[in-house]
């Protein structure tokens, strides 16, 4: 599996951001996609997940009601909208792809990783 995030840039607080992960290659055996950030200095830390199959989701609590995670099966596309933001949310923030069954929210369960892309927000 093969993930290409972009999206990110350099936005004000308040401001919106989407965020996409295009996969590609072997899509059909990864069962849950994610997104994870890593500011400077700190550990990576889960942001959002969703099911291929069912689009159930699991959010972070930092991000409940200010970032939606949806996907387009047809374009093996996932995304994250970001509302609201926060100069803590400044950060790379990662998209993933696990295998595991069931819904995880712990990187260790993720075994493919897109690149990165940088998003940053000015108070």
């Known amino acids: 599996v093969q993930l290409q995030a972009s999206g990110g840039g350099l936005v004000q607080a308040g401001d919106s951001l989407r965020l996409s992960c295009a996969a590609s290659g072997r899509t059909f055996s990864s069962h849950t996609m994610g997104w994870f950030r890593q500011a400077p200095g700190k550990e990576r830390e889960f942001v959002a997940a969703?099911?291929?199959?069912?689009?159930?989701?699991s959010y972070a609590d930092f991000v409940t009601g200010r970032f939606t995670i949806s996907r387009d099966n047809a374009k093996n596309t996932v995304y994250l909208q970001m509302n609201s933001l926060k100069p803590e949310d400044t950060a790379v923030y990662y998209c993933a792809a696990s295998q595991v069954e069931s819904m995880s929210t712990i990187a260790y369960d993720y075994g493919y990783w897109g690149q990165g892309t940088q998003v940053t927000v000015s108070s």
């Open positions: 969703i099911r291929w199959s069912r689009g159930r989701t």
